[in-house]
Structures are given as structure tokens and as C-alpha cells.
């Protein structure tokens, strides 16, 4: 750093270049991406600083709309709609419900990509030793599969997968994550005996991996996918009313077990 520059270097940035009457987002001036770009390919662009097109794009957009929203249920979701009703504005209420968002609820997309990595570099043949591994490590839930709500198939899944079949068969992604995914499937069916679905993170983790993101990018991508719903709910909610509504009706009550 100069004198002269020291604080313009203090943050420094590939992403905006910026002066009076310009803006430029990864060296392309924004009058050039607006109306050229859809939001898909801008947040791939801004995120990575690469060009996004043709199955690639599809199958990235294909997952940001796949887990948008999982209904009140869903925590992230649930408390966004309780903060709507205690006064803070819509986007303090988005704030609360992606503030839910972690390594349990919201991080099994990053983790799934881990194991698919995992699974990859140890081959085929080591797929049981490699999920025992993952299992001796981080207990006996495979992050991306089963699901408590969505049985014996989250309709998801299917389509997103051929959706990547697809692009891979065009060459545009390896493809090899479908595999695996497919096969930690089976081997955990064969294991209980009945149907272990690959539910959401599971699909969605495939196709970042077959994109090349890093583990913790498919987990950013998730909140920025559920911050949708998030803002959805968050504005229903708004919409209908209502005053400190906490996660139960009034007339339930808690168990107390003190003293």
C-alpha cells in the first residue's frame, strides 16, 4: 500500500468496479447485463466470476428453485413468520429465519458434498468403508439422505438427478456425483431393508459438486435458495396479521419437570 492508496486497498475486490456514471460486475458494465443475464446466471457470475450457460445453467437453476421453501414446519421458516408478527419489518423477519440456518438445519447440502467428494477419491469399490468412515466420524445419519417427512421418495430428488443425467450426457458435467449419489441410495436400502430416500440436500449437493463448488458454497447457495421461501412466508405472514404468535397455539402449554 501507498500513501495514496492505503485506504482504497484496505478492501480489495474482483467483483465491482465502480466511478461516477459507470458500474462494472466482474468487468462487464451492468447496462450489458441487465436484460442479458438471467438472476441464475448473475448470481453464478458475481459469486464465482465465471460465465454460466447451457446445462450448467440449468441444472444451478434447477437446484436454487428446488429448495426454496419447505413450509412453517421448517425452522428457518417458522421463525421467520413468529418474528413477522413481533414488529422488527420484513427484512429483519427474513434475518431471524436465515439466522436459523446451520450445520443441522441447513448445512447436510456442504456435508453431502463432502461425502460425495469422499466417496469419489476412495473409488467405488470402498463405498461401504467409506459411509462406516463417515458414520464413525459424524454418527449414523448420512447427511442428503432420508427424510422424515417425504416417503419413500422426495420428488425432488428424481428430477433433479435427470436433470444432471441430462448435461451429463451432453458433456457438460461429469456426471460421476449422480453415480454416487444413486449408489449410497441403494447400499442404504439394502442396509434397512426398505427405501432411504435421497431427499433435497442430497440432490441439490450433487449438482454443486458436479459444478466444481467447494462444500461450503453449497451450503451458501442453500440460504440464498431458502431466503426466498424465508421472504415468501415472512410476507404472507405479514400479510394475515397477527401479535407475538410463538411456535404453539395459546391454549397449548409446555411440560414443566422443575422442582
Known amino acids: 500500500m501507498s500513501?495514496?492508496?492505503d485506504v482504497a486497498d484496505w478492501w480489495r475486490t474482483k467483483i465491482i468496479d465502480m466511478e461516477p456514471g459507470r458500474i462494472a460486475l466482474r468487468g462487464h458494465p451492468v447496462q450489458e447485463l441487465i436484460g442479458n443475464r438471467g438472476f441464475a446466471e448473475m448470481i453464478w457470475l458475481m459469486v464465482t466470476g465465471?460465465?454460466?450457460?447451457?446445462h450448467r445453467a440449468r441444472i444451478f437453476e434447477a437446484a436454487l428453485v428446488a429448495a426454496v421453501d419447505h413450509g412453517?414446519?421448517?425452522p428457518s421458516i417458522a421463525a421467520a413468520r413468529m418474528a413477522a408478527t413481533c414488529g422488527i419489518g420484513l427484512q429483519s423477519a427474513m434475518a431471524t429465519g436465515l439466522n436459523m440456518l446451520g450445520d443441522v438445519h441447513g448445512g447436510a447440502g456442504e456435508q453431502a458434498v463432502e461425502l460425495y467428494r469422499r466417496a469419489e477419491a476412495a473409488g467405488p469399490q470402498?463405498?461401504?468403508?467409506t459411509l462406516d468412515l463417515w458414520r464413525a466420524e459424524h454418527g449414523r445419519f448420512l447427511p442428503g439422505f432420508g427424510h422424515r417427512f417425504h416417503k419413500p421418495v422426495d420428488p425432488r430428488a428424481p428430477r433433479l438427478l435427470a436433470l444432471?443425467?441430462?448435461a451429463a450426457a451432453a458433456g457438460e458435467v461429469p456426471g460421476g456425483y449422480a453415480d454416487i449419489g444413486r449408489a449410497i441410495e441403494a447400499r442404504l436400502a439394502a442396509e434397512r431393508g426398505k427405501p432411504v430416500p435421497m431427499n433435497i440436500d442430497g440432490a441439490t449437493a450433487v449438482?454443486?459438486?458436479?459444478?466444481?463448488?467447494?462444500?461450503?458454497?453449497?451450503r451458501?447457495?442453500?440460504g440464498l435458495s431458502r431466503s426466498v421461501g424465508i421472504l415468501a412466508h415472512a410476507w404472507e405472514q405479514t400479510e394475515q396479521g397477527g401479535r407475538n404468535k410463538?411456535?404453539?397455539p395459546p391454549a397449548y402449554r409446555w411440560t414443566y419437570d422443575g422442582p
Open 3 to 5: 500513501e495514496r492508496t
Open 50 to 54: 465465471e460465465e454460466i450457460a447451457g
Open 72 to 74: 412453517p414446519q421448517a
Open 126 to 129: 470402498a463405498l461401504v468403508d
Open 164 to 166: 444432471v443425467d441430462e
Open 207 to 218: 449438482i454443486y459438486a458436479e459444478l466444481g463448488c467447494p462444500p461450503p458454497l453449497a
Open 220 to 222: 451458501g447457495f442453500f
Open 246 to 248: 410463538g411456535p404453539t
